[in-house]
């Protein structure tokens, strides 16, 4: 498991990568009361803002980590937004199958993302 600055968790599985947000981030938004998903098949590049997300305190948007394509959404979370607050580390948003290969190393590791997030 890797994680952005932007409280996102990255989690590889084959040749794609799963896209969620974390606890803290999910925390901070409050009672998420909506989800805007990307269209599968769309090619992004790294920090498109490709998902909007309402909660009852603001709106925010992530960001896609790595350029490359989106593979799959989570439609549930369309249906069931406030599945991002009951477990946001298994509601994930979408895969992306990424252009280059490697591209997870530069992101931080548990450890890391504990020390920013304090």
Known sequence: MKYTDDHEWLRAEGDEIIVGITKHASEQLGDVVFIELPEEGREVEA??????????KAASDIT???AGVIT???RDLADN???VNEDPMVAWFFRIKPTEDG??????DEAA???LVG
Not at 47 to 56: A, C, F, L, N, P
Not at 103 to 108: A, C, I, P, T, Y
Request: avoid cysteine; charged fraction near 20%; hydrophobic fraction near 45%.
């Open 81 to 83: 937004p406030g599945n």
């Open 113 to 115: 993302y504990n020390d």
């Open 103 to 108: 591209v997870l190393d530069g992101f931080m």
């Open 64 to 66: 896609a980590p790595v």
């Open 47 to 56: 920090g498109e803002e490709i998902v909007v997300i309402e909660s009852v």
């Open 72 to 74: 799959s959404v989570n």
